[in-house]
């Protein structure tokens, strides 16, 4: 038992102090890498918090907090507030079996949490102005696609910010999880499934809700002229779900034919403007159709008649 309490406080001793010298690193490198340490942090505190009780877990996060407060930036601050939230709930979760929804909605609202403290509540402590980075955006976008400006105004984009905030969480969440169970699952820490986005399916009734709220949102604003802010979310988010969805299905086909290579050109192929539209068909096709059986099943008839 004594051995077992040494064992724990020395591990969280080593925590606190590694992300006591992340904390000094980061200042500087002039934050040039505290995103990405900031993800990282959550894996050492999610490791820590499944093995040991709440307790113990926020008496090492707030030890750690006390030490980043002292030796790093405000924005690096609140970003490791937010991977230490992140990092005692992943822990607690994986150790009570959470489904994998609850490790989603979790982690999402904790990242667009910690998004929301970040452009909304401390962006004037920071020196942050979300809306001029998006005319910024919209600039260097414009200068790519000169019809732009045709498409959506600069007024309209600025009135998406929400929904940036939003998708840059789901971005995050998705990174989070990614790399939590790549190096996790190798130290005997389970997951109730794999959240490689090539294993991601839409079901089909989400399928067919999404679809109405895609198709209605559309007609309101393209035939009927009701321009109303909450539709363009609408019509946008759906969108995106068609086309993660046409990633997931490109992804899973690599992986199919044994070519995991070509993600990364699949993922790369999101930020063109004209490839955009293929991966929503794509999308719709993968919900609405059995292509993944089909292409299971002939795969399989193909190396049994070899």
């Known amino acids: ?19 006591g010298a ?10 040039l890498l ?11 505190l999610v490791w820590y918090s499944y093995h040991y009780s709440l307790q113990d877990s926020l008496i090492v ?26 990092g005692l709930f992943l822990g607690q979760a994986l150790k009570r079996h959470a489904s994998r929804g609850a490790l989603l909605l979790g982690t999402l ?10 452009y909304e509540v401390f962006a004037g402590l920071l020196g942050m102005d979300l809306i001029a980075e998006m005319k910024e955006m919209y600039i260097m976008m414009q200068d790519i696609i000169p019809s732009l400006s045709q498409s959506i105004s600069l007024t309209s984009f600025l009135s998406l910010a929400p929904l940036l905030l939003l998708i840059m969480s789901i971005l995050e969440m998705y990174v989070i999880l990614l790399f939590c169970q790549m190096v996790l699952s190798r130290l005997d820490i389970s997951f109730p499934s794999s959240f490689h986005i090539a294993y991601m399916h839409i079901n089909r009734i989400i399928g067919w809700l999404v679809l109405f709220l895609w198709i209605f949102s559309y007609c309101l604003q393209n035939i009927f002229h009701f321009h109303f802010l909450y539709f363009t979310y609408i019509q946008l988010m759906s969108s995106l779900v068609f086309a993660v969805e046409g990633i997931a299905f490109l ?22 403007p004209f490839v955009l539209p293929v991966y929503i068909v794509i ?5 609405f159709s059995d292509l993944r059986e089909k292409l299971l099943y002939n795969k399989h008839n193909r190396q049994g008649g070899v």
């Open 61 to 86: 996060a707030f030890v750690s907090m006390l030490i980043i407060i002292i030796t790093g930036l405000p924005f690096f601050a609140i970003s490791a507030f937010s991977s230490c939230l992140i």
């Open 109 to 118: 609202f904790l990242t667009f949490l910690n998004n929301v403290l970040l």
């Open 283 to 287: 999308g719709i096709i993968d919900i």
């Open 251 to 272: 992804s899973w086909l690599l992986i199919l034919y044994q070519k995991p290579r070509g993600i990364i050109l699949v993922m790369l192929g999101f930020l063109i």
């Open 22 to 31: 992340l904390s000094i690193f980061n200042t500087y490198t002039g934050s």
């Open 1 to 19: 038992m004594g051995n077992i309490k040494i064992k724990k406080m020395v591990q969280g001793a080593m925590l606190s102090a590694i992300f």
């Open 34 to 44: 505290d995103i990405f340490i900031c993800y990282a942090m959550v894996i050492p």
